[in-house]
Structures are given as C-alpha cells and as structure tokens.
C-alpha cells in the first residue's frame, strides 16, 4: 500500500457525515459564498494534526501536491499541517522549495482555515530575513486567499516585535469589500497592539474614520470598554456584515 493510498485510507476511516455537513454550512459552501462546491471529511483539527505528525517524514513532495490540489478540504489541510510540522527543522533548500510550492498552488489554500493554519508558519517564517517585497503583491492580488495570506503570514514578524510590514498591509488593505479581510486585518492590528499598544492605536487614530466597521472591532476587542465605545461613537465604513 501506498503512502497515499494509507493516508486516504485513514482519511475514510476517520469521515464523519454529521461534521462534515455541519462544516459546509461553518465554511460557506453554498453557491455565490466564498467556498462554493469545497467538499468535506469532516475531521477534527486534532485529528489531522496527529495524521500530520505521522505522515510527514513518510509522505513524498508528489503525494503531498495530490493531497493539496485535492477537492477534498481535510486533505489540502493535511499537506499544509505536513508543511507546517516539516518547516522549522528542513534544511534551507526544502524550506525553499515548501515556500515555493506554496506560493505556486495558493488557489488550493482556498478557506480562512487554511491560510490561518499555514501563512505564518510558512510564508511568514520563511520571509523573516528575507526580502517581504511579495508580500506587498499578494496584498493586491485579486484573489482573496492571496489577500489573506498577505495580512496572516505577518504574524510571524509580530511575534517578533516587527510591526510594519503589518502596518503597512493594512493600510492598503483598508478599502478591501471582503469581511474575511477586514477581519485577518482587524486581528493583526490587535495582535500588534497585545505587543505595542501605541503603533495599533497610532493607526486606528489615522484609519478609523474610514476602515470598515468589522475590521474595527476586531482591532479594538482587547481595547478597555470606555475606549472601545470611544472609537465605536466614530463613523466607520459599514460592511455587509453592518446591514
């Protein structure tokens, strides 16, 4: 039996029809929504995190490019979870090569849990002493998951107290239509803000009058409640989520 052949066969083993229904509703797979058609095992997190740790000194390159170009969630979020567990202890030619592959097959990194799981461990870390010029690209990629990936993978340099390659996405991602950006970006900036309160409250003092009003509260969550209602009394631009 094949590597490949054993993990689906482990995958089978583990589907659960109750979860996996309940998951195309949670991920929006209805027609017109932003996972339109995704199709679902329905695995646990930790389930597929356990098949990772198993699998990822096992599973080859090609395998790992099946499972994520395939139309079965749980398996693209397997090769991600694999790339993910590889990353941090790879020689620096297959962390190149990760990244690459990465990059080159975002189409498949197609839901917020994908990018979530994957951005910062991956894009980011890789990014951390490099040229981030990509990022800037990605940020105005027509793509939503390309935009995404751009505001999560700077979670990395947060964690690393560097701050404006977040800041600076943010600003161009201000106009974005899509809630799940105005949520990445209203996150990063409180994550910025858990480390450097004044750089995320800099911005919101320049932005809030025109950033989208999800994005907001997702940046003023952690903000002590008089502030919050502060900044809440201000006009924000209303997203579909408001109506």
């Known amino acids: ?99 690459r592959l990465y990059l080159e097959n975002t189409r498949h990194i197609n839901n917020w849990d994908l990018v979530d799981v994957s951005a910062p461990h991956i894009v980011g870390m890789y990014l951390l002493h490099r040229d981030r010029s990509v990022l800037r690209q990605l940020a105005v990629s027509g793509s939503l998951w390309e935009r995404r990936i751009a505001i999560i993978a700077t979670q990395q340099f947060i964690r690393q107290n560097q701050f404006d390659d977040t800041i600076a996405i943010a600003e161009t991602l201000l106009s974005d239509k899509h809630d799940l950006i105005h949520k990445a970006v209203g996150w990063m900036l409180r994550e910025v803000g858990q480390r450097a309160p004044e750089r995320e409250r800099e911005f919101l003092r320049h932005f809030h009058h025109t950033m989208p009003r999800t994005m907001l509260r997702y940046a003023i969550e952690k903000f002590p409640e008089a502030e919050r209602q502060e900044f809440l009394k201000k006009p924000g631009r209303k997203t579909n989520q408001d109506l």
């Open 1 to 99: 039996m094949t590597k490949l052949v054993e993990i689906r066969t482990r995958l089978e083993q583990l589907t659960k029809p109750e979860r996996a229904e309940f998951a195309k509703r949670y991920f929006k797979t209805g027609p017109g929504q932003y996972g339109e058609g995704d199709v679902f095992l329905g695995l646990s997190a930790p389930e597929l995190r356990a098949l990772a740790h198993e699998f990822a000194p096992l599973c080859s390159t090609a395998d790992q490019l099946e499972l994520l170009r395939s139309p079965i969630h749980d398996e693209r979020a397997l090769t991600l979870l694999m790339w993910v567990r590889l990353f941090p202890k790879a020689t620096a030619d297959r962390q190149a090569e990760i990244y």
